[in-house]
Nanobody
Framework: QVQLAESGGGLVQPGNSLKLSCSASGRTSTNSLALAWFRQAPGKEREFVAA???????YYSDSVKGRFSISTDGAKNTVYLQMDSLQPEDSAAYFC???????????????????WGQGTQVTVSS
């Protein structure tokens, strides 16, 4: 089993930045690994935000492209989400996800990821 733990959420004003972290523990594997961030606002579906594959290729939703950046540490045990120019519509619970054998066509799909964190709240408000 793999456990994921997010941190770094909080309350920020519009235009400011936050950096989320997600650390993995347990029986981790880097075989065809994909790490991702999703978010879920109240009353809405959980939506894809960003993902990074073991190769280093990165993928973003249109709503965050150019403002958010996903990265990992060398061991691929920690994934980060740098969020700049935050807007009120970015307010949500942010979840990290981890999966092995994730094919490219499924990189944005919740069902492709076997392991999930508990979420960290991000609130953007003046």
């Amino acid at each position: 089993q793999v456990q994921l733990a997010e941190s770094g959420g909080g309350l920020v004003q519009p235009g400011n930045s936050l950096k989320l972290s997600c650390s993995a523990s347990g029986r981790t594997s880097t075989n065809s690994l994909a790490l991702a961030w999703f978010r879920q606002a109240p009353g809405k579906e959980r939506e894809f935000v960003a993902a990074i594959r073991y190769s280093g290729h990165k993928y973003y939703s249109d709503s965050v492209k150019g403002r958010f950046s996903i990265s990992t540490d060398g061991a691929k045990n920690t994934v980060y989400l740098q969020m700049d120019s935050l807007q009120p519509e970015d307010s949500a619970a942010y979840f990290c996800a981890r999966g092995n054998g994730v094919i490219l066509s499924s990189i944005r799909s919740k069902s492709a990821y076997a392991y999930w964190g508990q979420g960290t709240q991000v609130t953007v408000s003046s």
